[in-house]
């Protein structure tokens, strides 16, 4: 675990609003040179604070208008491996998020689709037919709040 200062606190408050902003930019907020915001950047990916910046793609505008989240429980005949089903289950471009979890069932997987005729056809031609599938069960997406950032860290870093 890394010791986290001021400095570092606005670092990622900045970054998890827009993950796009240069060094120098952060520099000029926080009264850093560029050579030293980097610097500090760096030290926050090196020691995995930082894990990536990705770029958020609107899914709607995609023509994906349905997201559905399914709870899967593995058959308990035939004893597929885990392996198995998740390399199936992986292998399928609908499927967005594949979560071993503990409880009820034994995935939960985000799966979007164009509609809910395309999402039937998902469902049966492809999920329903992997390896070892037993009980599932949908919950389609109504709307969707979220923190900025993982875990809310602009919440968590103002806090410090």
Known sequence: MIDLD???????????????VSAGE???VLGLSQPAA???VRRLEEAGVLA???????????????????????????RVSLE??????????????????????????RVVARDIADFERVLRRRIMTLPGVGNVEANVL???????????????VAKG
């Open 84 to 109: 198995d089903f998740e390399r199936a289950v992986t292998a399928i471009p609908e499927v967005q998020v594949v979560q071993h979890v503990l409880g009820l069932f034994d995935y939960r997987l």
């Open 26 to 28: 952060i520099g000029r």
């Open 52 to 78: 990536g910046r990705r770029v958020e793609v609107d899914r709607a505008a995609l023509g994906f208008g349905v997201t559905v989240f399914l709870g899967v429980k593995l058959a308990t005949k035939g």
């Open 142 to 156: 109504l709307t969707e709040e979220r923190r900025p950032g993982p875990l809310g860290v602009a919440e968590m």
């Open 38 to 40: 980097w610097r500090r």
């Open 6 to 20: 001021d400095l570092d606190r606005g670092i990622l408050r900045i970054l998890t609003r827009d993950g796009t």
